[in-house]
């Protein structure tokens, strides 16, 4: 069972929404769209679904050409952040109805929606209306629904994003498991790297219509094979800084340097662009090689155990992700350092040249 996507393109009047893009999705494997919000995420599940017409290229299910059948046709379940369900309709009724739909007989479907709600842990609310639930029973309600149709594709459409912190916590938790035990394909859209590293399998990092990358989630986010890629899986996106490499040595901003080693050795000399993740950048020196910069502090964030750190280096804005609360002065200079193993080189024309040394260790 595979889904794959040949040259698929979505055009709106005249505008690509999504460009060419070609995809594969193996039977049995959790894949995450990430990306901001207008990216393409939504527009590409509905060409998954079918639900939306490809401007060019096809959609092969399993080898067949599925490009014009209709969704009601193809075996796909959808679930969106709104709780869809059916409100005068019991838990039970609301599970049971696509079964209903497709003219399975009465056992079958007593047998699946038990299962399904067994393994939803919506068992002891099989009764219920939905607006009995809480968030958290609606939206795995709608998850039960889309599952009992034993779907060979399931698109999560940032399904947990209506719901409040607690929720979304046991929800992450709970859909790789649903994921294992049914078999299907996943697809979950999120705007979060974090959810997509919490969900684990493989991710596809979406920018303006087009997957950047495409991989296994641990690979795509340690090794981004371009400056872009590196800002959607960074939350904050990750800082850049131009420097140059001017034989063992890298030139970063106005006078200030790191030996270049490791694999930073081999780079040819010229210009380049270092990207560091928000929380590798510090205001106290823990290694002896960490590069030290002069910014002007404009904003503080407090998190309750963390501080976001807005600064101004020379016209580049950063953000920086420090443990502790911290009270700092907004306006005034704040030393902050980088340690240069957590450092990507990307080549000027955005591409990545050198992976950051703690990223290769991993």
């Avoid at 019991?90 to 067994?118: H, Q, W």
């Avoid at 999120?190 to 590293?197: F, H, K, M, R, V």
């Avoid at 684990?200 to 890629?229: C, S």
Wanted: aromatic share 6%.
């Amino acid at each position: 069972m595979a889904l794959e996507l040949k040259g698929v393109s979505k055009t709106v009047e005249g505008a690509e929404h999504i460009h060419p893009t070609d995809l594969l999705l193996e039977a049995g494997t959790m894949n995450v769209l990430l990306g901001p919000t207008s990216s393409g995420k939504t527009s590409l599940m509905r060409l998954m679904a079918g639900l939306d017409a490809p401007a060019t290229g096809k959609i092969l299910w399993n080898g067949q050409d599925v490009t014009g059948m209709r969704v009601q046709d193809r075996k796909v379940a959808m679930v969106y952040q709104q709780f869809i369900n059916y409100p005068s309709m019991t838990v039970y009724d609301n599970i049971a109805s696509p079964m209903k739909l497709m003219g399975a007989d009465k056992a079958e479907i007593d047998r699946r929606v038990r299962e399904t709600a067994e393994m939803m842990k919506l068992t002891p609310m099989l009764k219920r209306k939905p607006l009995e639930l809480s968030g958290g029973q609606q939206q795995r309600c709608a998850l039960a629904r889309a599952l009992v149709k034993n779907a060979g594709l399931v698109l999560l459409d940032e399904p947990l994003a209506n719901l409040d912190y607690k929720l979304r916590e046991e929800m992450r938790v709970e859909i790789p498991k649903i994921f294992e035990a049914s078999g299907s394909i996943f697809v979950y859209a999120t705007t979060e790297p974090e959810e997509a590293l919490l969900l684990g399998g493989n991710t596809a990092t979406l920018w303006e219509g087009r997957i950047t990358q495409f991989g296994l989630t641990p690979d795509v986010y340690r090794r981004p094979v371009d400056a872009t890629t590196a800002r959607v899986f960074s939350d904050p996106p990750m800082n850049f800084l131009q420097i140059s490499k001017t034989g063992g040595k890298l030139m970063f901003g106005k006078g200030q340097s790191a030996p270049a080693t490791g694999a930073l050795a081999r780079l040819a000399d010229g210009r380049y662009t270092a990207g560091f993740r928000p929380n590798h950048l510090e205001i106290g020196k823990h290694s002896a090689d960490a590069v030290e910069f002069n910014a002007t502090l404009s904003v503080t964030e407090l998190t309750g155990s963390e501080t976001f750190v807005h600064l101004d280096h020379h016209g580049e804005r950063w953000v920086g992700l420090i443990h502790g609360v911290h009270e700092l002065a907004l306006g005034k200079s704040l030393k902050v350092y980088l340690d240069p193993r957590h450092v990507y080189i990307f080549g000027e024309d955005g591409r990545l040249v050198a992976p950051a040394a703690y990223a290769m260790a991993a």
